[in-house]
């Protein structure tokens, strides 16, 4: 199946809906919207989080996320990061269940795929606790309990080495 590159940013303007703000209305959006200090990474998945528990979320994920690279070509964001709760199965992991907003609550699953869609397990699970970066493509989506499933490509490298994936441990900060 060809996998689409959907200008995220763009889309979230199309799909958005117009609404009055209200006293109320505006209190809950400063609550929602990220703020300035915000990282552009924690900011993008705030606001794809926040559109998906909208009241437009399956729409969203269909007509927008479904089958699209994320964080898109367009965007100014290049991975997405988040911290690993889960590797399963326990020793040779095919899928990493991740907390994205806080480092304990369930959000993302990834699941590792080769290029023939088949499960590439890694060699030995990613310690929980650990924070990593990754780009995908998001195939499934439930609103409660909250749940986004992304396909990230795995490719195995030589012999004995854990397969090269668009998953990579996030940069160290700069003192």
Known sequence: MRRLVVPLLLALGIVGTVRPVTPQSQASQNQAAPSPAVEPQSALWL?????LLGPNGKQYFE???????????????????????????????SELVLAMSD?????????????????????????????????G??????????????????ENGPAGANPRMMIKPPPKAKP
Not at 47 to 51: A, F, G, S, V
Not at 71 to 93: C, E, F, I, M, Y
């Open 63 to 93: 007509l927008v996320l479904k089958d699209a690279l994320v964080p898109g070509a367009t965007d100014s964001v290049h991975a997405l990061r988040g911290t690993v709760l889960s590797n399963k199965p326990a020793k040779r992991p």
């Open 137 to 154: 493509i998001p195939v499934t989506f439930t609103q409660n309990p909250f749940m986004l499933t992304f396909e990230v490509k795995a």
């Open 47 to 51: 606001e794809i989080k926040r559109q």
């Open 103 to 135: 480092s304990q609550t369930p959000e993302v699953t990834i699941t590792l795929r080769d290029s023939r869609e088949n499960l590439t397990p890694l060699l030995k699970p990613i310690a929980p606790g650990t924070p990593i970066e990754f780009w």
